[in-house]
């Protein structure tokens, strides 16, 4: 079946470490997002591609890192230099023509920093 | 500016009430815009979607509405239940890659 897929579900990272969050779809869509969610709150972007080899960052990139070699691959690295990286990390691609537009989400990846 | 807002940002009501959700957009060109519904802790998964020349479309208790002139959308529940506790997100493309995401509103219904 063709969907979006984060991993793992559950991260724990101790302090002053980098994980790498993964994100894979293969839905042959362009764009793909990731977005932090902190409880209670609504999503914030992190950084975005609309094409391979190509990124931008969106509007709490600091702390952290992406690549997009491949377009099925759009993995996250959170570096040692976020100040507060626990929190739940959603995934997204899209595609848009006419009323065809159509945004997946993978399940998400809570971290926990310990 | 291309974004889009919604509002309430969290909103609590009665089990079998009725509410509406806000989500006002200023992405040009606009082509459609998708709502989806976020349990805690999961995906978010796709409500319904509207386009331009469409002004109202519901699925089950969930009712959609779209100004275009206004760009304003609204998502109307019907009689809530316990299970429509969520998270709902506006989403607006504004071309074939470039989707614009709201910051939701955090639903809940209670007894």
């Known amino acids: 079946d063709g969907g979006i897929t984060q991993s793992p579900k559950y991260l724990f990272r101790k302090e002053g470490q980098n994980v790498t969050l993964s994100c894979e779809q293969n839905?042959?869509?362009?764009?793909m997002y990731w977005y932090r969610q902190d409880p209670g709150q609504g999503l914030r972007l992190i950084y975005y591609s609309q094409i391979v080899n190509d990124f931008q960052k969106g509007d709490i990139a600091e702390g952290y890192s992406v690549s997009r070699e491949k377009k099925e691959s759009f993995p996250l690295t959170v570096t040692s230099a976020q100040k507060n990286p626990t929190a739940f990390y959603l995934c997204a691609s899209g595609t848009g023509s006419g009323k065809g537009t159509e945004a997946f989400f993978g399940q998400g990846t809570r971290l926990t920093v310990v | 500016k291309n974004q889009v807002e919604q509002s309430p940002q969290s909103l609590i009501i009665l089990e079998g009430k009725n509410c509406t959700l806000q989500c006002n957009y200023t992405v040009s060109p606009f082509s459609n815009l998708r709502w989806y519904k976020q349990d805690t802790g999961r995906g978010p998964v796709s409500l319904t979607i509207?386009?331009?020349?469409?002004n109202t479309k519901s699925n089950g208790r969930y009712t959609a509405t779209l100004d275009a002139d206004t760009k304003q959308s609204s998502l109307h529940i019907t009689a809530s239940q316990l299970s429509d506790s969520a998270s709902y997100i506006c989403v607006v493309p504004q071309r074939a890659n470039n989707l614009f995401f709201g910051t939701g509103t955090r639903l809940t219904v209670i007894p």
């Open positions: 509207m386009t331009f020349s469409e």
């Open positions: 839905l042959n869509h362009d764009a």
